[in-house]
Nanobody, 124 residues
Framework: QVQLVESGGGLVQAGASLRLSCAAS????????KAWFRQAPGKEREFVAA????????YYADSVKGRFTISKDNAKNTVYLQMNSLKPEDTAVYYC?????????????????WGQGTQVTVSS
């Protein structure tokens, strides 16, 4: 069993940066694929970024490519999402997720564990 707890959200102005953290319980967290999703009001949950469970390969949604960076610290059982040049359209609840398998990173149905979410609000 893995429990995920996100932190780092907040209210910022457009152009600012935030770093989200996702702390995990469980000694085997390093063996999971880890990802960030987001959900804006009235919209479906959408893929943001993922990092491979075996290598450090990273994957991003087109809308955040070049602005967001996902990283992990296996020693701390933590995955991060560095968000730069934030835009109002980035406003959403951001969720950390983890799964056993590799591939198909963008499908939320593939993920086994989810955090409770952290709100990110970007004002114009």
């Amino acid at each position: 069993q893995v429990q995920l707890v996100e932190s780092g959200g907040g209210l910022v102005q457009a152009g600012a940066s935030l770093r989200l953290s996702c702390a995990a319980s469980g000694r085997t967290f390093s063996s999971y694929t880890k990802a960030w999703f987001r959900q804006a009001p009235g919209k479906e949950r959408e893929f943001v970024a993922a990092i491979s469970r075996i290598t450090d390969n990273t994957y991003y949604a087109d809308s955040v490519k070049g602005r967001f960076t996902i990283s992990k610290d296996n020693a701390k059982n933590t995955v991060y999402l560095q968000m730069n040049s934030l835009k109002p359209e980035d406003t959403a609840v951001y969720y950390c997720a983890a799964k056993f398998s590799s591939g198909n990173y963008g499908s939320p149905l593939q993920y086994n564990y989810w955090g409770q979410g952290t709100q990110v609000t970007v004002s114009s």
